[in-house]
């Protein structure tokens, strides 16, 4: 079921390019386009920059490059893929600029301010654990937290996760590798502390 679902996906994005590629239907085919990735980006963006206000401002800025590039998109990879490396390139950049706007606040601090965010938040729901989880994702470098997400919530193989990234397969599994250890650590540390 799963591969027929990929190969229907990818006759969708075949008929939106194509779409796209006329005056005529380019803005419905690119609403298709929005409609079909929005959700799927979206989560991908929250669990990056935390903050929802933070999320849609990202994600509209995903979509308006996607906009402006789709009708470069060469088709070497897949629709999404290509929309992934927009959607984590951006989330990297719209990080490392809120860093710099904050270059005063330490980066233990910036992860305590994330992690207020988390508790706060009416957007966010969960139970104490996936909390704590996310509490430790924010204490991981930023493309070692993308990286987790990309492999452990949205579930891509390192390959395709090598295409969003421009990174080496055996990176991306270092890379990993590092950061379930960093967060094992951390849960460790959250649970001794609240016993």
Known sequence: MQVLEKHTDKIDDIQL???FGRAES?????NQLVRKYQQRVYLLVRKMVIDHDDA??????????VWKNLDRFEGDSQLFTWIYRIATN????????????KFWISINNASTELAAKLDSSPH???DEVQKKLQKA???LPDKQRLVFNLKYFEELKYEEMAEVTSTSVGALKAS????VKKIEEDLKTQIDESA
């Open 90 to 101: 951006e989330c990297l950049r719209f990080l490392e600029r809120k860093k710099k706007k």
């Open 26 to 30: 380019r803005e419905k085919a690119f």
């Open 124 to 126: 966010i729901s969960g």
């Open 56 to 65: 849609d401002d990202v994600v509209q800025e995903i979509f308006i490059k």
């Open 176 to 179: 990993y590798h590092h950061a």
């Open 137 to 139: 994702l924010l204490r």
């Open 17 to 19: 390019l194509t779409d």
